[in-house]
């Protein structure tokens, strides 16, 4: 009777496979050079997950292949052939039409900004000592260049160990370079002795600004960050204080722990955190409300859902007084922001 009960017992369905994994079998599927191919677009990261999900996918069964190649066909099956090379295939049937000057002067308005020249993605794959040394050797507007093309903790460990002048004076070159002419890249292309041609023409590239910088001083250490905004502030208020408040925006406030959260929402206006929220992603949304009273989060939620359209201008007036708020009460030790919290004991 019991072996007559296991053959009716349905089997349990298999655990669906993870991305990183599937990927990962995917790979060691395809010939070397294929693999190798691959590997070549992606970014140091992405090798790198890819290569530790190798060595468990050396190790994976018949049943995981099979659902590797599954969730393969599912992902693929509505992808646009359209999107394969796009860019590669504009600008060549642009350049064909019109001719590389007229090519180039329409693709620079109308071209996705892309995070960095691809001719500078080499820089990742750099140790933080090289970038370092890049950094601090090189004419300090090349550094600049450098440093808005890094990842912002990367940066931040490249400034970090230089001397304080030299700090503040990187930084606000980075935070004031805007366009930057395509001839300077090749500047950097012939350091770094990895790409042989830059772009057609010399188009502008819009890199660096207080937002970048704002992300590198983050990273760094609390003592660093307020010695150089204090030295960037006496060359440039209004950059400093900008610099200063993308450090810490609305969205951050979910990295808070929901004591600290909470903390900061006592200390906002009911009609004002109502605005804020309006214009906030749901989850962070949420959050915040969790950290209220019953009561009190029914009745900011009543307000919102009665609100109406409001104007983006009138959110990020809101959602900057709660930020405020919130630097001001870090400010005085009553809650601690982002990288801050390392420099207490």
């Not at 018949?62 to 796009?86: C, K, M, P, Y």
């Amino acid at each position: 009777m019991d072996e007559d009960l296991d053959e009716m017992t349905p089997p349990e369905p298999a655990t669906p496979l993870d991305g990183g994994l599937s990927a990962a079998i995917l790979l060691m599927l395809l010939e070397d050079g294929d693999s190798s191919a691959v590997l070549q677009h992606l970014d140091p990261a992405e090798v790198k997950s890819l290569a530790k999900g190798m060595f468990e996918a050396s190790c994976a069964t018949e049943t995981d292949v099979e659902g590797a190649l599954e969730v393969f066909v599912s992902n693929n099956r509505d992808l646009s052939q359209l999107a394969v090379g796009a860019r590669g295939r504009i600008r060549g049937m642009m350049n064909m039409a019109l001719g590389d000057s007229t090519a180039n002067r329409i693709w620079t308005q109308i071209a996705p900004a892309q995070a960095a020249p691809p001719s500078l993605e080499a820089l990742q794959w750099l140790d933080t000592a090289t970038v370092s040394s890049l950094v601090a050797n090189e004419h300090p507007q090349l550094a600049a260049i450098i440093l808005s093309a890094l990842p912002a903790e990367v940066a931040a460990d490249a400034v970090a160990g230089l001397d304080e002048a030299v700090q503040a004076d990187l930084l606000f070159r980075t935070a004031t370079l805007g366009p930057v002419p395509a001839a300077a890249i090749s500047d950097i292309e012939a350091i770094l002795a990895n790409y042989a041609e830059t772009s057609a023409g010399n188009p502008l590239l819009n890199m660096g600004g207080h937002g970048d910088v704002a992300k590198i001083v983050n990273n760094l250490s609390r003592p660093q960050a307020e010695k150089l905004l204090k030295t960037i502030r006496k060359k440039d208020k209004i950059l400093a204080d900008a610099i200063e408040e993308g450090m810490f925006i609305f969205a951050d406030l979910a990295q808070l722990d929901t004591k600290s959260l909470g903390a900061v929402m006592r200390n906002v206006e009911a009609d004002r955190l109502a605005l804020a929220i309006k214009g906030a992603d749901a989850a962070l949304g949420e959050k915040i409300l969790s950290t209220l009273s019953s009561r009190a989060a029914q009745t900011i939620s009543d307000e919102i859902a009665e609100m109406g359209p409001v104007s983006r201008a009138d959110v990020e007036e809101a959602q900057k007084a709660v930020v405020a708020i919130a630097r001001g009460m870090a400010a005085s030790g009553e809650i601690m922001l982002g990288k801050q919290s390392n420099d207490y004991v």
